[in-house]
């Protein structure tokens, strides 16, 4: 059974950093890239950013860019999300998900980023 | 790039059929044959319920049915039950990411 499980969500002030962490079971970690994607309150999903499966490419949407970074360890098959310049807009519960062919198939539950003063 | 467009809600009766519309463009809904559909619950995963525009994954209810035609793609739920009340998210893959809807909150 494939599980995705986030950690790392908290309550930081606007200018603050946190660092997501999505824990990877049941499923060839290394064989897909993945993906975290987060909503807003009362909002849409957002996809945020996506790592390929090496670790070698990365994708963020714009109005993550230059703040955030995605990186993996293969090797305990874990997908972070380093979030910095945090600001009031990123609160959003964050999803972690695993992607294949082009569809996120499968989502960890979230975890909460809550960004005020 | 603007979210894609879905109604903000529908609601049908215990065994009426509903369709959930999901509007994109020439760059992505009618871009790639890559949309696919998630249905949210409150505490729970996001699940995804149709892919690639019209497949079901493996135990999803076959009263699950998507479609695409040009920019627009389609999610219809036959025989509605109680418990597919939820939002309905459409997502449409683009080069490097994705592009989601704004979600359509479904009341049976």
């Known amino acids: 059974e494939v599980q995705l499980l986030e950690s790392g969500g908290n309550l930081v002030q606007p200018g603050g950093s946190l660092r997501l962490s999505c824990a990877a079971s049941?499923?060839?970690?290394?064989?897909?890239?993945m993906t975290w994607v987060r909503q807003a309150p009362g909002k849409g999903l957002q996809w945020v950013s996506t790592i390929v499966e090496s670790g070698d490419k990365a994708y963020y949407a714009d109005s993550v860019k230059g703040r955030f970074t995605i990186s993996r360890d293969n090797s305990r098959n874990t997908v972070y999300l380093q979030m910095n310049s945090l600001r009031v807009e990123d609160t959003a519960l964050y999803y972690c998900?695993?992607?294949?062919?082009?569809?996120?198939?499968?989502w960890g539950q979230g975890t909460l980023v809550t960004v005020s003063s | 790039q603007s979210a894609l467009t879905q109604p903000a809600s529908v609601s049908g009766s215990p065994g009426q059929s509903i369709t959930i519309s999901c509007t994109g463009t020439t760059s992505d809904v009618g871009r790639y044959n890559l949309v696919s559909w998630y249905q949210l619950l409150p505490g729970k995963a996001p699940k995804l319920m149709i892919y690639e525009g019209s497949k079901r994954p493996s135990g999803v209810s076959n009263r699950f049915s998507g479609s695409k035609s040009g920019n627009r793609a389609s999610l219809t739920i036959s025989g509605l039950q109680a418990d597919d009340e939820g939002d309905y998210h459409c997502c449409s893959y683009l080069s490097g990411g994705w592009l989601f809807g704004g979600g359509t909150k479904l009341t049976v």
């Open positions: 998900a695993k992607a294949t062919s082009g569809t996120c198939d499968q």
């Open positions: 049941g499923f060839t970690f290394t064989s897909h890239a």
